[in-house]
């Protein structure tokens, strides 16, 4: 009876043995046959060269991708700045008569089509850094397109039906106003981007109370006061033209 208890306990004892040695072994790869491991070296040297050359060329293609946005920013300028060059042309005409209340009024009118441009800009910003989160870069491209399209009959419709003939200012502080709104929309509108709150869900939208304040309400504001005076001082020289 001795020898029947004595028997399982070196079985157990012997088990539990091989279990340590094996817990300890090594992962089973590992290369046995020198061809093997010359084969081997050469596919990962082979490997390793067509993982660079790929970022290479994924590097490439990123740089050609942010050129091609950047170069699609700047044209959202275009219809804005197309304004301006026009204002500034009509206003060092000499052709105008004077005085000549219109003449004065594309000087007033240019600050607001910068405004214009610089919103204009801000806006195509904002929803480019919204698309290369979730959108395709062909996606993308054809979103930019299709808002560059979009922008210039947009202007060019607003100025033609809220301007009499030879007034730009007020057209164009529709047009002004409009764009700066459409840019504080699309800064809410991405404000989400980036963060989690504590309980791991997207973070909500938000308005940021400073830059508005400071990029929207106050270039209006100080635009405002710039027109006004060149109106008030236009109104001057015209009564004063006349009296004299």
């Known amino acids: 009876m001795a020898v029947l208890h004595q028997q399982p306990t070196n079985l ?35 490997s390793a060269s067509a993982s660079a050359s790929s970022s290479s060329t994924s590097q490439s293609k990123s740089i050609s991708l942010t050129l091609i946005y950047q170069l699609l920013q700047l044209t959202s300028l275009l219809p804005a700045l197309t304004g301006v060059l026009y204002l500034i042309i009509r206003f060092s005409s000499r052709q105008l008569p004077l005085p000549n209340p ?22 195509i910003s904002s929803m480019l850094h919204r698309w290369k989160r979730y959108y395709h ?42 764009t700066a709104i459409s840019s504080s929309i699309a800064r809410w509108y991405i ?15 938000h308005l940021d ?25 236009d109104l001057y020289s015209v009564r004063l033209s006349v009296s004299m």
């Open 102 to 123: 219109s003449r004065i009024e594309y000087l007033a009118s240019t600050p607001w089509a910068v405004l214009t441009a610089v919103h204009s800009f801000q806006i």
């Open 137 to 178: 870069p062909i996606s993308i491209i054809i979103r930019l397109l299709s808002i560059q399209a979009a922008s210039f009959p947009w202007i060019r419709v607003t100025l033609w039906l809220c301007s009499t003939p030879e007034k730009p200012l007020l057209a164009w502080i529709i047009v002004a106003v409009t």
């Open 209 to 233: 109370i400073a830059r508005l304040l400071t990029r929207t309400i106050l270039p209006i504001f100080v635009i405002s006061l710039l027109s006004l005076l060149i109106v008030l001082y």
């Open 191 to 205: 404000s989400n981007l980036g963060g989690v709150t504590s309980r791991h869900k997207p973070k909500a939208r």
């Open 12 to 46: 157990m004892a012997a088990v539990s043995d091989y279990d340590s040695v094996t817990e300890s072994e090594p992962p089973p790869y590992t290369p046995v046959a020198a061809p093997v491991t010359a084969r081997r070296r050469q596919s990962s040297s082979l």
